[in-house]
């Protein structure tokens, strides 16, 4: 199996900080794998998705993309190689939604009939028909369709690697989990490497294969949600486990329907 992302002993410290955002971490995420990153907010979860396609720069160690250090590579076209949703979406309020999700094909000069091919593929994906949906404008779809735009333009030129950083944060919870289940849907089919930025350790648990724990910068646990259920590597991870499953109780008591999550966490 290929390591599709590599940290070795990455450091970073914003100016005028009296700690490091990112501290010492090493690691590898195979290629393939969902990989959620969980922790409280300023625990480094950005930060360090941020620094895999160079938005920021670490201070110090080295980050491999499939066995290239990042360092050595042209952001511009790194960032073509990767896919990035975040939860604001960032629509162009000004194109409609074929034309979004053509954008970065266009600027790699695929040709016309091949994009009208892959926005018209992406949006069935996502469950938007492109009868539709594709001549619409951002504002004329609610904050789910949007969301699911959003999926279907980082998708749009087959990028080696998706950056999704709190992508479904601000959406309700009914349309929250129909997200997840597309976006488990789109994983199955393409078998692509995610990178997940959450706080919720539910919905971490419900799509990682392996969750990476941070807090303070620090790495305190990276593996699959039942061992960190089983085995909490630390305290930190022990209390975000049991405040997890006090909420399970509470769900259960109220007639909340189980799932994967549920048996990780029993």
Known sequence: MRTAVEFRSVRKRFPKASYDAVSDVSLK???????????TSGCGKTTLLKMVN????????????????????????????????IQQVGLFPHM??????ATVPKILGWPKQKIEKRVDELLELVQLPAAEFKKRYPHQLSGGQQQRVG???ALAADPAIMLLDEPFGAIDAITRRSLQDELLSIHRKFRKTFLFVTHDIHEAFRLAD????LDAGKVQ???????????????????????????QLEWKAGGAENDQVSASLS
Request: net charge negative.
């Open 29 to 39: 995420i195979n290629e393939g794998e969902i990989v959620t990153i969980l922790g």
């Open 54 to 85: 160079r938005l920021y720069e670490p201070d110090s160690g080295e980050i491999l993309f499939f066995g290239q250090p990042i360092r050595q590579m042209n952001p511009v076209e790194l960032r073509r190689k990767i896919g990035y949703v």
């Open 96 to 101: 409609n939604i074929g034309e979004n999700i």
């Open 151 to 153: 999926l279907a333009r």
């Open 210 to 213: 392996r969750v990476l724990i």
């Open 221 to 247: 646990q990276f593996a699959a949600p039942a061992e960190i259920c089983s085995k909490p590597a630390c305290g930190f991870v022990e209390k975000l486990v049991d405040s997890a499953r006090e909420e």
